[in-house]
T-cell receptor, first 118, second 113 residues
């Protein structure tokens, strides 16, 4: 079974430009999450999809960030326009549909996309 | 506020020595707790998780963790460290219904030959 994949692995852009990050979850995982780690800080939750619907986007920093999950499969996270403080590692995770057992909620993480805004 | 704390930013141990990485949590109810590891160039890999029941949890790669409610801790242990264990370790917590993992700041482990 393939794991969570993310593309690109690294992105270097200039302030004001647009970047789109992509995440492919594990097949069959309805839940998809985005997290971000800013240098030296903890990994922080950004948002959560259930299939194509945004369940919780309380962690999104501001309206320069737009996440989509058309068709309930892969997801994209667009930053437009990028600012210096957006630099960090963006992680995607996925988990099984929530069932009766909590054990289905374990989130499986991808390798992350390292974004550098100059 | 809910939080997960990893007091040690860096830890260095000699290969073959025992290891304990600390994790403390602050939650109103008993959280679900996880340890993840990130090796260079890799994603976050789940080492082990605690949901309920036996407070001593066994994980992959010879790691174990013990949930201690009285100390609000979930420390990760390994009896004998291998050079390949050098990585960054993250403790995370979740409470029922939130889906939002709260992570500690991570502990970077260095292993001396």
């Amino acid at each position: 079974e393939a794991g969570v994949t993310q593309f690109p692995s690294h992105s270097v852009i200039e302030k004001g430009q647009t970047v789109t990050l992509r995440c492919d979850p594990i097949s069959g995982h309805d839940n998809l999450y985005w997290y971000r780690r800013v240098m030296g800080k903890e990994i922080k939750f950004l948002l959560h999809f259930v299939k194509e619907s945004k369940q919780d986007e309380s962690g999104m920093p501001n309206n320069r960030f737009l996440a989509e999950r058309t068709g309930g499969t892969y997801s994209t996270l667009k930053v437009q326009p990028a600012e210096l403080e957006d630099s960090g590692v963006y992680f995607c995770a996925s988990s099984h549909p929530r069932g009766l057992a909590r054990v289905t909620d374990t989130q499986y993480f991808g390798p992350g996309t390292r974004l550098t805004v100059l | 506020a809910q939080s997960v704390t990893q007091p040690d930013i860096h830890i260095t141990v000699s290969e073959g020595a025992s290891l304990e990485l600390r994790c403390n949590y602050s939650y109103g109810a008993t959280p679900y707790l996880f340890w993840y590891v990130q090796s260079p160039g890799q994603g976050l890999q789940l080492l082990l998780k605690y949901f309920s029941g036996d407070t001593l949890v066994q994980g992959i790669k010879g790691f174990e963790a013990e949930f201690k409610r009285s100390q609000s801790s979930f420390n990760l242990r390994k009896p004998s460290v291998h050079w390949s264990d050098a990585a960054e370790y993250f403790c995370a917590g979740d409470t029922s219904g939130t889906y939002k993992y709260i992570f500690g700041t991570g502990t970077r482990l260095k292993v001396l030959a």
